[in-house]
């Protein structure tokens, strides 16, 4: 069974800086893996993802601030990483980790971390 941990997130104040990363076990180098959030009262969105050939994509709103990468080192997982800086507090939300096959026929979301941008 595909398991997905999540950890990072928190309270940080605005032009703060804050690491999320997401560990993916018992799967086989997956095509998607990423960060989208979603905000009260707001859809889920799309913040940042890579895929295992190296392409990322990144929402308008992040670029230049945060950068998506995964870390290889760990041979029994996969683990993407999202680093943010310049945060804003529209960046507050609770992020969610995802995992994809590339066509998107299977995905899994992780629980999902809180972020908080304030003073």
């Known amino acids: 069974q595909v398991h997905l941990e999540e950890s990072g997130g928190g309270l940080v104040q605005p032009g703060g800086s804050l690491n999320l990363s997401c560990a993916a076990s018992n799967i086989f180098n997956p095509y998607y893996l990423g960060w989208y959030r979603q905000g009260p009262g707001t859809q ?9 050939t190296g392409t990322t994509l990144y929402a308008d709103s992040v670029k230049g601030r945060f950068t998506v990468s995964r870390d290889t080192r760990d041979n029994a997982r996969h683990i993407v990483i999202l680093q943010m800086t310049s ?7 609770v ?19 809180q972020v908080t941008v304030a003073t």
Not at 44 to 52: D, I, Q
Not at 95 to 113: I, N, P
């Open 44 to 52: 889920r969105e799309l913040v940042a993802t890579t895929t295992n």
């Open 87 to 93: 945060l804003k507090p529209d960046d507050s939300a």
């Open 95 to 113: 992020y969610y980790c995802k995992v994809a096959f590339r066509d998107e026929s299977w995905y899994l979301w992780g629980q999902g971390t």
